[in-house]
């Protein structure tokens, strides 16, 4: 994927996520016009078709954005399952803020069964891949755990960031 890119994506996502169907506006709330809604559904669909060649062919970036297009359904459908699925595949290259974002969807439930033991496990790796935010999240969790489940995750942990690590060589 072209890095140069990946800050207008980043934009354009942001945009695209608060700018939601009219059906999801709050009462009182200006609602979007009929163009402002096409403008949202092109710009989001050109989004989702300028990362799905990067996505498609590995690249873990585009797989992140992947991912969360289908978690907030921007550019599509709303695709809890399809978005663990791009993300932990991003996650397996060892892209951190994939690994966060699969801490989250484990840890409420998302796209996979609750597993607080799970979510632990992903906020440790994205925290030793230098994701700074996922030591908060994996503390919170912590809290969720026995001593032993915490025990096991923390050695699942280990294994899978060295797991990763090693296969980035």
């Not at 290259?93 to 607080?116: C, F, K, N, R, W």
């Amino acid at each position: 994927m072209n890095r140069a890119y990946h800050p207008i994506a980043l934009v354009l996502l942001t945009v695209l996520a608060g700018c939601g169907d009219v059906s999801e506006q709050s009462p009182g709330s200006q609602s979007n016009t009929p163009v402002q809604d096409a403008v949202v559904k092109a710009a989001a669909g050109a989004v989702f078709a300028a990362q799905s060649a990067g996505a498609e062919q590995g690249d873990a970036e585009a797989q992140l954005w992947r991912g969360s297009m289908y978690d907030m359904g921007v550019g599509v459908p709303r695709d809890d399952v399809e978005a663990v699925k791009w993300y932990r595949l991003a996650a397996d290259q060892g892209l951190a803020e994939a690994q966060g974002m699969l801490g989250t969807m484990y840890s409420i439930g998302e796209g996979v069964p609750q597993d607080y033991a799970e979510a632990y496990v992903w906020y440790s790796v994205a925290y030793a891949g230098g994701h700074a935010n996922a030591a908060q999240s994996r503390d919170r969790i912590a809290k969720q755990l026995t001593p032993e489940q915490l025990s096991q995750a923390q050695k699942r942990a280990t294994e899978l960031f060295e797991k990763i690590q090693s296969s980035k060589k």
